[in-house]
């Protein structure tokens, strides 16, 4: 791209990359002066808690009925997204379902819905999530560990 057009900014962006990283995009983009701004990893208006509880489900009603704003439920099936999601709406809390297994019209439709807050809560495989930007968005919940966690803590559910 350089080559062919050797005037058009480029930018480059990462969220983790270490100094010898940085320094071979900026070699391999052939970035002249680049601008390079980094900034720290804290960020005061995000915490990370883990609860151990007998009956999940009455603590993922619990947690979602306190929401005032949008949150996630991360599940490893596609069928516990569907389930859960029935669950929460059952209970009075808007939601719906988001995995691999659903039509492209769907997913667009259920995440517009999630995005103009028409729905409230997003229950859904890690097909969701990438790219995501609704500020608003103030639980996460991952209501089953992920397979690689539960090959480092067997005892986990």
């Not at 480059?12 to 980094?38: H, M, S």
């Not at 005061?44 to 883990?50: P, T």
């Not at 939601?95 to 807050?117: A, C, M, R, V």
Request: proline share 5%.
């Amino acid at each position: 791209m350089r080559e062919l057009h050797p005037e058009v900014p480029m930018i480059a962006l990462t969220a983790t990359a270490t100094k010898r990283v940085v320094a071979d995009i900026v070699g391999q983009l052939q970035l002249l002066n680049p601008l390079i701004e980094k900034q720290s990893f804290t960020r005061e208006n995000i915490s990370f808690q883990v609860d151990i509880h007998e009956d999940k489900r009455f603590q993922l009603l619990y947690y979602c009925k306190q929401l005032k704003t949008s949150g996630i439920v991360y599940t490893r099936s596609r069928k516990v997204t569907e389930e859960l999601s029935l669950l929460l709406s059952e209970n009075g809390i808007p939601s719906t379902f988001y995995h691999g297994g659903i039509p492209e019209k769907d997913k667009k439709d259920k995440l517009q819905k999630w995005l103009q807050n028409d729905i409230k809560i997003m229950v859904a495989t890690n097909a969701f999530g990438m790219g995501i930007d609704k500020p608003d968005v103030s639980l996460v919940i991952h209501y089953q560990i992920p397979r690689l966690y539960r090959k480092l803590f067997p005892g986990s559910r």
